[in-house]
């Protein structure tokens, strides 16, 4: 499952994609995601995960054009135990968002 597959998938949610800044492709990212789904660039990201606030899709996809169009990757959707997007940002990967 790509990344933009597994965006209606989770249904009337708010979905955040937290990608590294300054990458090229970003502008790519952007330009296909609903225009509901909020993208925040932060420094030194690595970590490949889009939550909301009932959910978290987890997996070895990157935020790139094969990542989100292409590949086949390894990914799963789990419940956000948090039950909060940012504060399931800020637990387990150290970003706040706020």
Do not use: W
């Amino acid at each position: 499952m790509t990344l933009l597959e597994a965006i209606p998938q989770l249904p009337d949610t708010e979905v955040t994609f937290v990608v590294r800044k300054g990458e090229d492709h970003n502008d790519f990212v952007r330009d296909r995601l609903p225009k509901d789904v909020e993208m925040i660039a932060v420094d030194d990201l690595h970590a490949k995960v889009v939550v909301c606030d009932e959910y978290a899709y987890v997996g070895s996809a990157n935020v790139t054009h094969g990542g989100l169009t292409i590949n086949r990757e390894i990914c799963k959707i789990v419940e956000n135990e948090y039950g909060d997007a940012e504060k399931y940002i800020g637990e387990e990967i150290d970003v706040n968002v706020e």
